[in-house]
């Protein structure tokens, strides 16, 4: 173990020992009831991180789940008599259930719809509390909620404080579990790049609604715990405020980040206490520090710590890029695909990008399709990896329909791509952005990955070791550990380049990889470009530099206004005299 690991599980040993010690440091009831309630708070911003810090979808409702986890256990433990703990499961639950709920409209819909969706759901339920009089006691809410009890024991103020205490450390060390795994890299490539996520094998929209589950859960169980330690619950504990005030929060601890929420929620509780002599002043001086915030640490307290460090810590690359494979099992597919592309017509309003094309794509080949810009080049690769529906035609790989299968599930059929313009988790490493390109492979159960049972250990290892193998192949291995967004522009497409035979693809689609490329960089991709071929996997290139197509391509088709003109070897068909008109606007 190195020193700095060491080093940092000594600092959260002793914070974990001083957490458990305050109710013995300070043993006034107030004390540990507000520390009881800052950790009930920072449960449910755990909860909230999952799914806006982590996955990218804002929420106001968040309050409601805790109201409907504290008003579910409020109402079993003093109308039904039920413990705390049967009663704090089903809260559990049904925070579980409606935050699904919640996420149901919205999940087509970007990050702000979502927002005004689920302010709506916290509206509406508050109005429902409210009505609800025969269940929930309307504006008066339930009183004489018990404490948990052990047997015949009772928890005081310290055992509810402790159980608290215990409760959050197991959620944020599943989180933490989570976010390493290949559930966090899903949950970041919806919120970084959708189209990045469809292109791996990540559906978005069960994404999105796990993200919500989880952070139902956690609001939910918080509701039980916060009813318990307040011995009574009302609607007035459950304002518009209330909502808000966890989405602040995670702003300012740090979205996104592990320890975000946890930090937000003290600076939020603490502050208030060092102002206590400037009350007049309290508004102003919360509204300037924001703004403060929000102008220069956008990413939060913990996004401005880690910025500061990565500053203190970070050298430039200047390691002398490795040679690159020319034959290597790990740049090998499984087995060389057939490509059909036949009458395919698509159209944007009046303006009609393909028309009738039809491509016929041989197995273990390299086939270019080039063109002038508006050619349709770009939207046929689209229609291929189903990113764009098509008005008619049809696409198969081999005997797969590929317009019938949805784009998630294409990554498992064997089709990798390579965008345009370099999509990456931008934070993330570089072992990390590759590694999720075997997210389609993926053996493990979510809980295996989360619970790190052995199966999904294994998992992770081996994806991580082939990653591994081809970084160093390709020439990154020195920057594995290096943030994506701080490689050069080269290396950032290399980057891709090795997240997308990761997959192992038996088709790999490639969307102008030549672009902003050094000269030397150039002879490296046509080298890598010849090394996938013979490894077996298809390549359906389009490029517009022609130097390049005529060296690695083995057919070129060309494109003019959405319609086919040639297809043909590349020097027939850069010779052809309606390919030179398509390109030049002139007669040959």
């Not at 290597?328 to 395919?344: F, N, R, T, Y």
């Amino acid at each position: 173990m190195s020193d700095r690991r060491s080093i940092r599980f000594a600092l959260i040993g002793a914070g974990v020992i001083l957490l458990f010690a305050l109710p013995l440091i300070n043993a006034h009831p107030s004390f540990i009831y507000l520390a009881a309630m800052v950790g009930v708070l920072a449960l449910v911003a755990m909860g909230l991180n999952v799914t806006m810090g982590y996955t990218g979808q804002v929420s106001l409702g968040h309050g409601a789940l805790v109201a409907v986890g504290a008003y579910t256990a409020a109402i079993l433990m003093t109308d039904q008599g039920w413990s705390f703990w049967l009663a704090a499961a089903v809260a559990t639950f049904t925070g579980t259930l409606a935050g699904m709920v919640m996420a149901l409209p919205a999940l087509r819909l970007s990050s702000w719809y979502i927002a005004l969706i689920t302010l709506g759901f916290a509206m509406v339920a508050r109005t429902l509390i409210v009505e609800l009089e025969w269940l929930t006691g309307g504006y008066a809410g339930i009183v004489g909620i018990p404490r948990p009890s052990i047997g015949a024991i009772e928890l005081g103020d310290r055992g509810v404080y402790w159980l608290v205490i215990v409760v959050d450390l197991i959620v944020l060390a599943l989180i933490a579990s989570m976010a390493r795994s290949r559930i966090g890299r899903s949950m970041m490539v919806v919120r970084d790049s959708p189209e990045l996520a469809r292109a791996v094998g990540v559906d978005a929209t069960v994404i999105k609604l796990a993200t919500f589950a989880v952070g139902g859960a956690a609001a939910g169980l918080a509701g039980a715990l916060l009813a318990t330690n307040n011995g009574m619950v009302s609607p007035d504990d459950f304002t518009l405020d209330f909502s808000i005030f966890f989405l602040i929060v995670v702003i300012i601890g740090g979205a996104g980040r592990l320890w975000g929420p946890i930090v937000g929620t003290l600076v939020f509780f603490a502050v208030p206490e060092l102002l206590t002599s400037l009350d007049q002043w309290r508004g102003l001086i919360y509204g300037v520090g924001l703004l403060f915030l929000m102008v220069f640490a956008p990413r939060g307290i913990i996004g401005a710590v880690e910025a500061w460090r990565d500053r203190r810590t970070h050298r430039p690359d200047f390691v002398t890029q490795e040679p690159l494979a020319t034959r290597s099992e790990h740049l090998a597919s499984g087995s060389p695909a057939a490509l059909s592309i036949s009458e395919v017509s698509k159209s944007f309003g009046g303006v009609r990008a393909l028309d009738g094309v039809s491509v016929e794509v041989a197995p273990g080949s390299v086939h270019a399709i080039v063109g002038p810009n508006g050619s349709g080049k770009t939207t046929l690769l689209n229609v291929v990896s189903r990113m764009l529906v098509p008005d008619s035609g049809r696409v198969r790989l081999d005997e797969t329909d590929l317009l019938s299968t949805r784009a998630e599930r294409l990554a498992a059929s064997g089709v990798a791509r390579v965008f345009q313009t370099p999509k990456l988790l931008p934070e993330a490493s570089v072992s990390d952005n590759v590694v999720l390109g075997g997210y389609a492979r993926r053996t493990a159960s979510v809980l295996g990955v989360v619970l790190r049972t052995p199966g999904g250990r294994r998992e992770e290892r081996e994806v991580r070791a082939h990653a591994h193998e081809v970084l160093v192949e390709l020439g990154l291995g020195s920057s594995e550990s290096s943030q994506a967004d701080l490689l050069p522009h080269g290396r950032q497409r290399l980057l891709e380049m090795c997240r997308a035979l990761v997959a192992r693809p038996r088709l790999l689609i490639l969307d102008e990889p030549a672009a902003g490329l050094a000269p030397h960089e150039l002879s490296a991709l046509e080298q890598l470009i010849g090394s996938i071929r013979d490894g077996g996997t298809t390549v359906l290139l389009v490029e517009h530099h022609i130097e390049l197509v005529a060296r690695v391509a083995d057919t070129v088709t060309v494109l003019d206004r959405g319609r086919l003109v040639v297809t043909a070897t590349p020097d027939e068909a850069l010779a052809d005299r309606r390919v030179v008109e398509a390109y030049l606007g002139v007669s040959s």
